[in-house]
Nanobody
Framework: VQLQASGGGLVQPGGSLKLSCVAS????????IAWFRRSPGKEREFVAG???????GIADSVRGRFTISRDNAKNTMYLQMNNLKPEDTADYYC????????????????????WGQGTQVTVSS
């Protein structure tokens, strides 16, 4: 399975971006997908997850602003990011595992088998 993330860029505070992650070699329709991010000097952080088509967790820091979704026909996952803040600046990574992770396991990056290469998001005026 290969994951290709895109959609990052420079945006002003309050702006929006939509990240995409296309999978090749396997369908997303089962298992768990997620977005993580890593800011300079910080650990990789869970942002949002989706399991069996149901949102499977949103980090408190982005709740109400970010939405994860999936288009099975396009084998693509998305992260819609609204009302972006400077603290959202990070490299964003999509991740996938064929397993249906339990709630307590969703935020551990070690539980995901496949990763995209990362797409950079910079929020600055």
């Amino acid at each position: 399975v290969q994951l290709q993330a895109s959609g990052g860029g420079l945006v002003q505070p309050g702006g929006s971006l939509k990240l995409s992650c296309v999978a090749s070699g396997r369908t997303f329709s089962t298992g768990t997908i997620a977005w993580f991010r890593r800011s300079p000097g910080k650990e990789r952080e869970f942002v949002a997850g989706l399991r069996s088509g149901v949102t499977f967790g949103i980090a408190d820091s982005v709740r109400g602003r970010f939405t994860i979704s999936r288009d099975n026909a396009k084998n693509t996952m998305y992260l819609q990011m609204n009302n972006l803040k400077p603290e959202d600046t990070a490299d964003y990574y999509c991740a996938y595992t064929p397993s249906n992770l339990i709630v307590s396991a969703r935020s551990n990056p070690n539980n995901y088998d496949y990763w995209g290469q990362g797409t950079q998001v910079t929020v600055s005026s």
